[in-house]
């Protein structure tokens, strides 16, 4: 069974950093795109970050581009997202996300080209 879980949400004031992690379980995601999303009250799910199997090619939503970054671990499947100079309307659950297709070229930016996902952390920045 595949597990994905996320860590490293919380509370903290505009300006601060934060680092989500997701450990993925139950298979390997090592040949796979991984992402990020979130999703506000009120609002869509979004795309947050995505990275490539490889790890060489990373992509951002222009409202985080230049504050946040993804990184991944590939041997031991984990992907993280470090954010910084975080702002009020970061504040969202943040969900990591795995496609199931080795090496198939997705953009990484829309949820329907994941398959797995966790269950979210919740992240809240105050101003």
């Known amino acids: 069974q595949v597990r994905m879980v996320e860590s490293g949400g919380g509370l903290v004031q505009a300006g601060d950093s934060l680092r989500l992690s997701c450990a993925a379980s139950?298979?390997?995601?090592?040949?796979?795109?991984m992402g990020w999303f979130r999703h506000a009250p009120g609002k869509e799910r979004e795309f947050v970050a995505s990275i490539s199997w490889s790890g060489g090619r990373t992509d951002y939503a222009d409202s985080v581009k230049g504050r946040f970054i993804i990184s991944r671990v590939r041997d031991m499947n984990t992907v993280d997202l470090q954010m910084n100079s975080l702002k009020p309307e970061d504040t969202a659950v943040y969900y990591c996300a795995a496609d199931a297709y080795a090496l198939r070229p997705v953009t990484g930016r829309t949820s329907r080209e994941y398959d797995y996902w966790g269950q979210g952390t919740q992240v809240t920045v105050s101003s």
């Open positions: 139950g298979r390997a995601f090592s040949s796979n795109t």
